[in-house]
């Protein structure tokens, strides 16, 4: 069974004159153990997929099935329970709680989900340190630099066993060796079994992914598998 199935799906903003395609007719298929990215230029519609795939908005019309759920058909209870609970999401711009600590971040949609605090605890403790901040737990967003805090959004859609994730450029703000580390976390997130869907300006990071999905203008313009065709990735970065 696909982890992810999109069949179809748009996604329209406005009316009349001011009416917007974000999304036009995209079908895309993620099976357990796959990593994708996703590229295309700007305001392409690569962040409108993912926000569709993880629930957060709906489809103007086709469908959206995580893990043989119809999303379209859940109650605004079950969405939120099938997010929390199958969905790891980075969000482009990380949406991280100001007023809590970086551990507390990572734990709170687990406790959300009915994971005792102190399992929930440990296993935020265990993503940190697999992004290598371990020594940063305590620490506030405010007092870290903008690529921990990025981490710290990665640890957040890492922790427990989330089977989709799905992550917005989850390595603008970081160096290329910690983006790299970052990849690496996600490939190995993939051979555990979870599927991944990357966006990313980066052609080596999308090296890392099994296939690489190219939007423009809304649309699917090509699928590629790991060797990415320069003449695609014109207008890319
Ligand atoms: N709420 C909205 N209202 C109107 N138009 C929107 C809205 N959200 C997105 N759009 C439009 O939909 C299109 C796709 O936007 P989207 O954010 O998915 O692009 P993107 O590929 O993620 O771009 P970027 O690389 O800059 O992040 C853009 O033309 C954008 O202006
Ligand atoms: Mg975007």
Same mark, same amino acid.
């Given at each position: &069974? ?7 799906? @748009?996604?329209? %903003?406005?009316?009349?004159? +001011? =009416?917007? %395609?974000?999304?036009?007719? $995209?079908?895309?298929? /993620?099976?357990?153990? !796959?990593?994708?990215?996703? &590229? *295309? ?6 962040? @409108? ?16 099935? $995580? ?5 379209? *058909? ?10 929390? #609970?199958?969905?790891?999401? $980075?969000?482009?711009? =990380? ?8 551990? !507390?971040? /990572? &734990? ?7 994971? #005792? ?21 305590? #620490? ?19 922790? *427990? ?14 160096? +290329?060796?910690?983006? !790299?580390? /970052? ?14 869907? &990357?966006?990313? %300006?980066?052609?080596? %990071? ?11 203008? *809304? ?8 060797? /990415?065709?320069?003449? =695609?990735?014109?207008? @890319?970065?």
């Amino acid at each position: &069974m696909n982890v992810l199935e999109m069949r179809d799906v @748009t996604r329209e %903003h406005g009316a009349g004159q +001011s =009416l917007v %395609h974000a999304l036009r007719g $995209v079908s895309l298929a /993620v099976r357990p153990g !796959e990593f994708v990215a996703v &590229m *295309g230029p700007s305001g392409s519609g690569k962040s @409108t997929l993912l926000t569709l795939a993880g629930g957060l908005d709906a489809p103007t019309s086709g469908t959206v099935v $995580v893990e043989g759920v119809d999303v379209g *058909g859940l109650r605004r209870a079950g969405l939120a329970a099938l997010r929390r #609970r199958s969905i790891g999401y $980075v969000f482009q711009d =990380l949406n991280l709680i100001p007023s809590l600590t970086a551990v !507390e971040n /990572v &734990m709170l949609p687990r406790e959300l989900d009915g994971v #005792r605090a102190r399992r929930a605890r440990r296993e935020a403790l265990s993503a940190l340190a697999d992004l290598g901040l371990a020594d940063l737990a305590g #620490r506030f967003p405010e007092d870290m630099s903008g690529g921990q805090q990025q981490r710290v959004a990665i640890a957040r859609a890492l922790a *427990g066993d989330r089977r989709l994730v799905l992550a917005d450029e989850p390595t603008g703000a970081l160096d +290329s060796r910690t983006g !790299e580390d /970052v990849m690496r976390l996600l490939r190995s997130r993939c051979t555990e079994g979870a599927a991944c869907l &990357m966006v990313t %300006h980066e052609s080596r %990071h999308a090296a890392w992914a099994d296939r690489v999905v190219f939007l423009r203008d *809304g649309e699917i313009i090509d699928s590629a598998g790991r060797s /990415v065709p320069e003449s =695609l990735l014109e207008g @890319t970065a």
